[in-house]
C-alpha cells in the first residue's frame, strides 16, 4: 500500500512539470506503459497475501484512473495551448499594405492606339488584314508587277514565290477596294516586316495605312487630314511639309515631314539640325490601282499614307535605338 501511494506522491510532483505534448508522452510511458510503475504494481499482486489482494487490486485500479484521467485532462488543455500559439504565430494581417506589380502597355501599343484614336476622331474606321500576304497583294494589285524596280525598296520574307510576310500595310488598299463601295475612309494598323536590322531598322515594326476614296478628292484633302493629324499628335504649332517622291502605287507621291516638336523647327538632336522630321510616304491613288481594285478612276480619286508607327514612338519618347522595343528588357519597360 505505500508502494501504492509513493506512485502517487510521485506522479503528484511531476504532473505539475508537463508543459509540453512530448513531455507529456514521456510521464505517460513512465507510468502506464507495459513496463511502467502502474505494471509493477500489478507484478506484485503474487506477494501479496490472498485476503488483502483484492483490495489492493481496487487501489491499483484507482491509482491507474486517476493518473489516466489527469493525463487526458492536462493533452487536452495542452493541444488547446499549443494550437492557440500555432494560430497566434501563422496570424496574417490581411490589411497590410500588398505590393502590386502592375503592367502597362507597350509604348508601341500606346502610339498606335493615339495614332487611331485621331483617326477615328476624323471619321475614319479601322480594318486589320494578314500578316501573311500573297505576292499578288502586296505587290501586283499595288502596281509592282514581278520584275518591277521597285521590289528592290522593300527587302521580303518569302515563304514561296507567292506568299511572303507583308513589307507594308499598303496591299489593306487593294483588299478594302476590292469589298467596299466609295466612300471609303479607313486606317490599317499592322506589323510588317522586312529583312533589314539596324539602329532605325527591325525586321518587325509597324504601320499604319490611311485611305479615302471619294468624288472629288485631291491632294488638299491629304494635306488638310495631315495638318490636322500633326497638330492633335505632337502640338497645336506644328506644320507639314510636302517634298516630291515615287510610290508606284501613288501618283503624284509624297514624303511627309512634320516640324520639329522638340524645337519648333529651330533645328536641334532630335531633328538632326534640320527643324523637320519625316513621318510618312503619301500620295493620290494611283487609276491603275483604283481600277485593278474595280473602282472607276474616271469617277473617283483617293488619298493614301503610310505612317511608321515605330518611328512616332521614338519621336515621342526620345527613343535613339528602334531594337530596344524589341528586346522587351524589363528595365527599358517600366519607364512607360
Ligand atoms: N507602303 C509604303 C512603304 O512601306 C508607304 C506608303 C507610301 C504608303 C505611300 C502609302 C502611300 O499608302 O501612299 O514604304
Given at each position: 500500500m505505500d508502494n501504492i501511494s509513493n506512485v502517487q506522491k510521485s506522479f503528484d510532483s511531476e504532473k505539475s512539470k508537463i508543459k509540453n505534448l512530448n513531455f507529456l508522452n514521456e510521464i505517460k510511458v513512465k507510468y502506464l506503459g507495459k513496463s511502467g510503475e502502474v505494471s509493477l504494481l500489478m507484478k506484485n499482486m503474487?506477494?501479496?497475501?490472498p485476503q488483502d489482494r483484492p483490495a489492493f487490486g481496487k487501489k491499483v485500479n484507482e491509482i491507474r484512473d486517476y493518473i489516466e484521467s489527469n493525463l487526458a485532462k492536462i493533452e487536452t488543455e495542452l493541444a488547446e495551448k499549443e494550437k492557440k500559439a500555432k494560430l497566434k504565430k501563422e496570424?496574417?494581417?490581411?490589411?497590410i499594405p500588398v505590393k502590386i506589380n502592375k503592367g502597362s502597355l507597350h509604348p508601341i501599343t500606346t502610339v498606335k492606339n493615339e495614332i487611331t484614336e485621331i483617326f477615328t476622331g476624323l471619321g475614319f474606321e479601322v480594318l486589320e488584314g494578314p500578316e501573311v500576304e500573297t505576292d499578288y497583294y502586296n505587290f501586283q494589285m499595288l502596281?509592282?508587277?514581278?520584275?518591277?524596280?521597285?521590289?528592290?525598296?522593300q527587302d521580303t520574307f518569302y515563304f514561296s514565290d507567292n506568299l511572303?510576310?507583308?513589307?507594308?500595310?499598303?496591299p489593306m488598299q487593294a483588299r478594302t477596294m476590292e469589298v467596299k463601295k466609295p466612300p471609303i475612309r479607313m486606317v490599317c494598323p499592322g506589323k510588317v516586316y522586312r529583312a533589314d536590322d539596324d539602329a532605325t531598322h527591325s525586321p518587325i515594326f509597324n504601320q499604319i495605312e490611311g485611305l479615302v476614296i471619294d468624288k472629288k478628292i485631291t491632294l488638299c484633302d491629304l494635306k488638310g487630314i495631315l495638318d490636322e493629324f500633326v497638330k492633335i499628335f505632337f502640338n497645336k504649332n506644328t506644320k507639314t511639309r510636302f517634298r516630291p517622291s515615287y510610290f508606284p502605287f501613288t501618283e503624284p507621291s509624297v514624303e511627309v515631314d512634320a516640324s520639329c516638336s522638340e524645337c519648333g523647327g529651330k533645328g536641334c538632336k532630335v531633328c538632326k539640325g534640320t527643324g523637320w522630321i519625316e513621318i510618312l510616304g503619301a500620295g493620290m491613288v494611283n487609276p491603275k490601282v483604283l481600277d485593278n481594285a474595280g473602282i472607276d478612276s474616271k469617277k473617283y480619286s483617293g488619298f493614301a499614307f503610310g505612317l511608321g508607327i515605330d518611328r512616332m514612338a521614338m519621336i515621342k519618347y526620345k527613343i535613339n535605338d528602334l531594337r530596344l522595343m524589341y528586346e522587351n528588357d524589363i528595365r527599358f519597360l517600366k519607364q512607360f
Open positions: 503474487k506477494n501479496i497475501s496570424k496574417i494581417d490581411v490589411t502596281n509592282i508587277p514581278k520584275d518591277h524596280p521597285a521590289r528592290d525598296m511572303l510576310l507583308r513589307t507594308h500595310t499598303s
